[in-house]
């Protein structure tokens, strides 16, 4: 199993000590859920719940690529009306 030393500042460090408490959790545990949940390749239940709701020919999988390689960028997307 891998360390990490990070480092933050203040105000971070009293949110995180926050968080921690409010969840029950180690530090460390608290860290690496919040990690592991940042890295996961899926978008969250019910996500795509609104998909239809605007004009797009484009699938998840495609839409979700296209974001992690920064080929959406505003120009390329319909105005709104």
Same mark, same amino acid.
């Given at each position: $199993?891998?360390? %990490?030393?990070?480092?933050?500042?203040?105000? %971070?460090?009293? =949110?995180?000590? =926050?968080?921690?408490?409010?969840? &029950? =959790? !180690?530090? !460390? =545990?608290?860290?690496?859920?919040? +990690?592991?949940?940042?890295?996961?390749?899926?978008?969250?239940? &019910?996500?795509?719940? %609104?998909?239809?709701?605007?004009?797009?020919? %484009?699938?998840?999988?495609? +839409?979700? !690529?296209?974001?992690?390689?920064? $080929?959406?960028?505003?120009?390329?997307?319909?105005?709104?009306?």
């Amino acid at each position: $199993m891998s360390q %990490l030393a990070i480092y933050i500042d203040d105000q %971070l460090a009293k =949110k995180l000590d =926050k968080a921690v408490k409010a969840s &029950g =959790k !180690s530090k !460390s =545990k608290w860290v690496a859920g919040a +990690i592991k949940r940042s890295l996961q390749d899926q978008w969250p239940e &019910g996500f795509f719940d %609104l998909a239809g709701s605007w004009e797009d020919d %484009l699938m998840p999988d495609e +839409i979700m !690529s296209r974001i992690r390689t920064g $080929m959406d960028k505003p120009d390329r997307r319909e105005k709104l009306r």
